[in-house]
């Protein structure tokens, strides 16, 4: 159970106000643990004075601690790091955007999730291919090998696959399995979710896991290529809009703020 209460008490110290606040992690992949710590993202929005000057801009804020007992890492970005990051075909901050675990909001927010959807295209399937491979060395070098790493991998060629297929974003595995039905992800889920002492695969596994992996990236080639998706973006103008009219309205807001004063 996510505690949104935290979440958004912590949301609401940011120094910066916010476009928008969502989970992301294991909580948004579908297999937190009891003890799976909460992984915060967003978008800030810089003072005008402070995006237009030659001063150091904090584009980019972290803010790892305990919170509640529990582990908390924030990540936010500025909104026009975060917006060409967008257009870099990034399907990481896709995922923070589209995040149904929603902490924080804004009308904005609800605006840039119409535009983003341009942002989608084709080659999106690199970023998940290649997030894969890191992932599958990464689990390949532990021994023994973690199911955690072995579920990152199904996740991220699940999403690719899924987004390839249907143009949309879906990061939570068990949600990507109710289609293609892989009769071997509830229980990793389930062995993730009960603790080390489960958590470890015996090599005859890893043989079977290698296969499918190399199954599902081929996969995952095949419906990129064949996929209907745009090759280019299509939402650059409206992102910039979208971008000038937030700054100003911030600005606007932070002269009548200091005119009360």
Known sequence: MIDFELLRAEAASHPYPLLFATVSGAHLYGFPSMDSDYDLRGVHILSAEESLGLLTKRETIEVEGMRGGIEL????????????????????????????LVVQ???????????????????????????????????????????????????VLLTGIHLMRTGRIEANLITLNESVRLPYIGELVSRKIHG?????????????????YERLVAQLETDAAESTLPNEVSCREALNDLLVRVR?????????????G
Request: glycine share 2%; net charge negative; aromatic share 12%.
């Open 196 to 212: 080390p002492e489960e958590s470890k695969l015996e090599t005859r596994e890893v043989e079977f896991h290698q296969a499918e």
């Open 105 to 155: 909001s804004s009308p904005a927010y609800e605006e840039l999730k119409e535009i983003a959807m341009g942002c989608v295209t084709r080659h999106h399937s690199h970023h998940y291919l290649g997030f894969a491979a890191t992932q599958w060395n990464l689990f390949h070098k532990e021994d023994p090998p973690r199911v955690k790493p072995l579920l990152y991998v199904y996740r």
């Open 73 to 100: 890492d924030l990540v936010t970005h500025d909104i026009l790091k975060f917006f060409s990051m967008l257009l870099k075909r990034n399907g990481y901050v896709l995922e923070q955007l589209y995040s149904p």
């Open 248 to 260: 100003l309205r911030h600005r606007l807001a932070a002269n009548e703020f200091s005119n009360l």
